[in-house]
């Protein structure tokens, strides 16, 4: 059985494709729809999106730690001055797979969308249609992002403009960070909820009304 995190292949090109008729390309197609919208969208993207912020933030609170003790000025003793280096070693460490996630996730995304794309553009069936839109999931994509965002926003001029002077540059280039952590994943999640919007209008247009008797010639009789 094959893994549960494998994408489903891009369809087989024109030439090759063997359907036995339209209902069996539209199970495949939905099918191949579902697993790459929650691929996308759902919680176990989300969780890897969340993951990666929570670690790049504890890694970069670690280093944080010996900028701020740094960056105030006073001396340190040698064993403080040890520790706090061995600190920011390891923030460092914790780091290195936290961007990991963040530009795994990034690719990860692009390859799904890519693929989205070329099932979508095989036909047209409005249950399935209806679902690849996900307007709940995009929206909730689109709320955490604009929060995350703003989050960064604010930080990164709230933490320059309250900072003491006496406590020196340590804790404004940490309080920096951790704006610029928040603003490039958020983002992040605002590029992939309105990329995700922009791509189903495109591939999935919203269908035109139904030409009803207006559309048709009247009939005398």
């Known amino acids: 059985m ?17 359907w036995p008729d339209r209902d069996a ?3 495949d197609r ?4 579902d697993v790459l919208r929650r691929r996308l969208l759902g919680g176990g993207r989300f969780a890897l999106y969340a993951g990666s912020v929570l670690v790049l933030q504890l890694g970069w609170g670690m280093v944080g730690v010996t900028l ?10 040698p064993i403080t001055f040890f520790v706090g280096l061995i600190v920011a ?4 460490g914790v780091l290195v797979p936290g961007v990991w996630l963040a530009v795994r996730g990034v690719r990860h995304d692009r390859v799904v969308r890519e693929r989205l794309v070329r099932w979508a553009a095989l036909d047209r069936h409005g249950p399935t249609d209806a679902r690849l839109r996900a307007p709940v999931l995009s929206a909730c994509w689109m709320v955490l992002s604009t929060v995350l965002c703003g989050l960064g926003l604010w930080l ?3 933490v320059p403009a309250g900072a003491d002077p006496a406590d020196g540059r340590g804790l404004v280039a940490y309080g920096m960070g951790v704006a610029l952590i928040f603003w490039i994943n958020g983002l992040i999640g605002l590029f992939k909820a309105v990329g995700h919007y922009r791509t189903v209008l495109r ?3 919203p269908r035109p009304a139904a030409r009803s008797a207006s559309s048709e010639p009247p009939r005398h009789g």
Do not use: H, K, M
Not at 68 to 77: E, P, Q, R, Y
């Open 89 to 92: 070693v390891l923030g460092l």
């Open 25 to 27: 390309l539209l199970a």
């Open 203 to 205: 591939v999935v247009p």
């Open 2 to 18: 094959a893994p549960r995190t494998l994408l489903p292949p891009p369809p087989p090109p024109a030439e090759l494709r063997s």
């Open 156 to 158: 990164g001029f709230a």
């Open 68 to 77: 701020a003790d740094l960056g105030n000025g006073a001396i340190l003793d």
């Open 30 to 33: 939905a099918l191949a729809l």
